[in-house]
Nanobody, 127 residues
Framework: VHLVESGGGLVQTGRPLTLSCAASGTTSGIHAMGWFRQASGSVCVSFGSIRWTGGSTGKTYYTDSVKGRFSISRCKAKSTISLQMIALKPEDTAVYYC??????????????????WGQGTQVTVSS
């Protein structure tokens, strides 16, 4: 499975930005995709994910730091997920990664729960 993120860039505080993650290859075994971010000098942390069964669009999970501002959606036909971000803050500045795999509930917010990772895309929020 190959993942490619797109949509990163420089944005002003309070403005929106949407990232996309396109999956290719043998994706039939994947049942969850997650978004992680790593700020300079910090570890890579999860902030949202989407998990699905069968043909469902999926159930999303968010950390409190982004809940209400970030929204993950999935397009099954295109094997892509999108991350819509609004009301961005300078502390949202980081490299954003998407990941895919078969995490269980206890690992859905951990890097170890995902076998496949994108290359990352930089998001910079100016104050």
């Amino acid at each position: 499975v190959h993942l490619v993120e797109s949509g990163g860039g420089l944005v002003q505080t309070g403005r929106p930005l949407t990232l996309s993650c396109a999956a290719s290859g043998t994706t039939s075994g994947i049942h969850a995709m997650g978004w992680f971010r790593q700020a300079s000098g910090s570890v890579c942390v999860s902030f949202g994910s989407i998990r699905w069964t069968g043909g469902s669009t999926g159930k999303t999970y968010y950390t409190d730091s982004v809940k209400g501002r970030f929204s993950i959606s999935r397009c099954k036909a295109k094997s892509t997920i999108s991350l819509q971000m609004i009301a961005l803050k300078p502390e949202d500045t980081a490299v954003y990664y998407c990941a895919a795999g078969r995490p269980i509930q206890s690992t859905i917010a951990t890097t170890g729960g995902y076998a496949y990772w994108g290359q990352g895309t930089q998001v910079t929020v100016s104050s």
